[in-house]
C-alpha cells in the first residue's frame, strides 16, 4: 500500500469515526445501517482497510449525512481543504 493510499484510509476513518460519534451511535448501531460487520467499521476506523464505493455509499447513508459533508469531513482530516483532481484541461485523454 502506498503511504498516500494510507493517508487516505487514516483520514477516512477519522471521519467515520467522529461522525458516527456525533449521532452518538456505536460500531453496532452503525454496522446494522449500513449492513456491515462491526468488525469491519472497526477496521475502517482504525485505517486498516480501503473502503469501496459500495461501502462509501452505505456508511455515508447509514449516518445520514450528505456526500458532501463527509467529503468535507474528510479533506479537512487530510488537511488538503478539498479533493486533489487535476483541471480539467490537465487530465489526459
Known amino acids: 500500500m502506498k503511504p498516500q493510499d494510507r493517508a487516505h484510509n487514516r483520514a477516512f ?9 456525533r449521532q452518538g451511535l456505536s460500531q453496532d448501531a452503525l454496522a ?3 449492513h456491515l460487520d462491526r468488525t469491519f467499521i472497526s ?3 482504525l ?3 480501503s473502503p469501496t464505493l459500495d461501502t462509501i455509499i452505505a456508511v455515508i ?3 445520514d449525512t450528505s456526500p458532501a459533508e463527509f467529503f468535507a469531513a474528510f479533506c479537512d482530516k487530510l488537511g488538503t481543504g478539498g479533493p486533489s483532481v487535476p483541471p480539467a484541461g490537465d487530465v489526459p485523454h
Open 47 to 49: 485505517g486498516q482497510r
Open 43 to 45: 477496521l475502517l476506523e
Open 32 to 34: 446494522a445501517r449500513a
Open 13 to 21: 476513518g477519522q471521519t467515520l469515526r467522529e461522525l458516527r460519534k
Open 61 to 63: 447513508a447509514a449516518l
